[in-house]
């Protein structure tokens, strides 16, 4: 069978080693009917039980049960599945084979798996069931592992979901689970997708762990250093290597090289090094000079900066002192006390009668403080240049006295100790020679370092085209899975439309519906952009769209539907008997124009009379006296 799918084939109670109910399904539809309070409701959430279901609200009679066994065909074959009525977490036994299989081998054979996935990662019952079905793992990033109960509350239509909810009510729910098993009913394989995001989080892991490595060795290394490539440093290294073969081959020929001319060369040069070092002294103590000049001059300028800036802050303060004395009305001069007769005139100076002008005044100060500012920044750009100069000089400073050193000891060493040309010309290559073992050394380090710089960098890259590789995957597999959600959605709310028009006159929305949109994440249902109707029609809207959801699977192998499908609510929030009995033949019809094996099973109290043969009804019509648990107390069961 290339397509998914399973469905009930016989169904067990058992009480203290008796079985209370016992019957046997088929596939189409099965219908489950008997008076209210019968046991109906009971049967329903023992199929959802025995599935994988994650249920504990027993009734009385029902938790006086001991053990739910069913015989489950799958895509793959057959299982028998038995599970003790308990917690939502029960394990369940599985036993790969029919019923009578089981039975003829007692214990043998059965094994047992926890109804989820453990920490420790072993086998759950979900993943039996997906893979016994043909539904792939299914994980997405919001819901990790997609459990059978997951799956079933879109397939199981209770009495206790309120009708506007699509999936089967819980009290932990997220938006997040139900568009994943939205979308892997659809056909969406998310495995593929999640894989990859596995994938992309260990690889930009490993990839800011490469940069980080790659950052810290380069931090580590000189800045003449950091470029080299390992290319150069060999080409440098075959260089130094030739040379040195050379300065050898020319020490152990020295007799054939030194003649009259060579001495005479040996004393030219020894009076041009001569120069050449005093001319580096000379350089050296002018340097020297100029950098204590600009500290001297960039002390002076730290210090001429900091009593114009002290200006700066005084003259607010001035210019306050001078208004408020400049408004004292002087009645006795202050030197002497004598009596004043001076003018109020604000124009005048109330001591000495002068003109005065304010605004003149205050032009004055603006000035002042203008002169300051250009001052002040004039002053910080030249302690700037000179701060900039001393440290051009420091550095000029350091690579002269090296420069010196060097000239010292290869004057030293080729002049001063040596006698003449020979032990001059012997001395200097092994000078050399010396120079080339310490450059050697250092290259040998830095092609080390270069080698390790440009390894990380290849594996850097390495990793990043893989990313990019699992992107461009992912790209493609998002545009898929939108391609596939839109063709799947499409398919239901075409189906949804069908169902709504053929039910009975009772909501005028129905008869002209455009558009059916089935929204899993918001667990939400709109026809025509409307969810608000009556109680008893948005019951027909729920069950129109969970029937046209498992019709478009039997009509295209694509979805991965179990193509199963339990309804225990066909009459719920009081439908009318006749609306119900129309609903129950939308249901048969549907099941009739299905082109891939399926199950149908719902309840019902009304059962159309024209579904009552044995075509389609399993066991008797149940009733308070003949209940669907024989034997095993009375109770308000549905």
Not at 51 to 64: H, I, R, T
């Amino acid at each position: 069978m290339s397509y998914s799918q399973f469905h009930i084939k016989r169904l067990r109670v058992m009480q203290g080693g008796d079985p209370v109910y016992d019957q046997t399904f088929h596939t189409g539809v099965n219908i489950i009917r008997g008076e209210n309070g019968s046991g109906k409701s009971t049967i329903a959430d023992f199929i959802f039980y025995v599935l994988g279901g994650e249920f504990d609200n027993w009734k009385s009679v029902a938790a006086n049960c001991d053990e739910v066994q069913a015989e489950i065909g799958t895509a793959s074959g057959l299982l028998t599945v038995k599970r003790s009525i308990d917690r939502a977490q029960t394990p369940a036994s599985v036993f790969f084979g029919s019923f009578e299989e089981a039975s003829a081998q007692g214990l043998d054979g059965w094994q047992s798996y926890p109804i989820r996935r453990t920490a420790s990662g072993s086998e759950s019952f979900s993943q039996i069931m997906f893979r016994a079905s043909g539904i792939p793992e299914a994980q997405s990033q919001g819901a990790a592992n997609i459990t059978m109960n997951q799956l079933l509350r879109l397939v199981y239509a209770d009495q206790r979901t309120p009708a506007a909810f699509l999936f089967r009510y819980e009290s932990f729910d997220t938006g997040e689970i139900r568009e994943a098993v939205g979308d892997l009913v659809c056909g969406i394989r998310g495995y593929e997708s999640y894989e990859i995001e596995l994938e992309l989080r260990k690889l930009n892991k490993q990839f800011d762990e490469l940069d980080a490595q790659y950052k810290s060795l380069l931090k580590s290394l000189p800045e003449e250093e950091a470029l080299a490539r390992v290319e150069s440093i060999d080409s440098r290294l075959k260089e130094l290597e030739a040379e040195y073969a050379r300065l050898s081959e020319e020490i152990a020929n020295v007799d054939d090289r030194i003649d009259d001319q060579e001495v005479r060369a040996f004393l030219d040069e020894r009076k041009k090094a001569a120069a050449d070092i005093r001319r580096h002294r000379g350089r050296i103590a002018e340097l020297e000079q100029q950098i204590h000049t600009n500290d001297l001059e960039v002390a002076d300028l730290t210090n001429f900066i900091a009593h114009l800036e002290e200006l700066s802050e005084k003259l607010p303060k001035a210019k306050k002192s001078s208004e408020i004395i400049g408004s004292i009305e002087f009645t006795h001069c202050p030197a002497c006390l004598a009596p004043l007769n001076g003018t109020s005139d604000p124009d005048h100076c109330v001591l000495c009668g002068s003109e005065t002008d304010p605004e003149q005044e205050r032009s004055r100060y603006l000035q002042i403080k203008l002169d300051l500012d250009i001052q002040i920044r004039e002053s910080r750009q030249l302690l700037s240049d000179k701060e900039t100069g001393t440290s051009n000089a420091k550095k000029e400073l350091r690579r002269l006295r090296s420069d010196y050193q060097e000239q010292l000891s290869e004057f030293t060493v080729r002049y001063e100790i040596s006698n003449g040309p020979r032990e001059s010309f012997v001395a200097e290559r092994y000078q050399r020679l010396g120079q080339i073992d310490r450059e050697l050394t250092q290259l040998s380090r830095l092609r080390e370092r270069a080698g390790e710089l440009e390894g990380i960098s290849t594996r850097k890259a390495a990793v990043q085209a893989e990313i990019d590789k699992k992107k461009d995957r992912q790209k493609a597999l998002d545009a898929a899975s939108s391609r596939r959600r839109r063709i799947a959605l499409t398919h239901v709310s075409e189906k949804a439309k069908t169902f709504l028009r053929q039910d009975l006159d009772r909501q005028d929305e129905f008869r002209h519906a455009d558009s059916v949109e089935v929204n899993f994440r918001d667990n939400s249902i709109l026809v025509d952009g409307d969810l608000n109707f009556a109680e008893s029609s948005n019951v027909i809207v729920k069950n129109s769209v969970i029937l046209a959801l498992f019709a478009a699977a039997t009509e295209d192998e694509e979805f991965l539907h179990p193509r199963f499908l339990l309804m225990d609510n066909v009459e719920d929030k009081g439908m009318e008997d006749k609306r119900s009995h129309n609903f129950q033949d939308i249901i048969v019809k549907a099941s009739k124009a299905a082109k891939l094996d399926h199950q149908i099973i719902f309840t019902t109290s009304t059962i159309n009379p024209e579904l009552a043969g044995d075509d389609y009804t399993i066991g008797p019509h149940y009733t308070h006296d003949h209940r669907t648990l024989r034997n095993v107390g009375d109770s308000d069961e549905e």
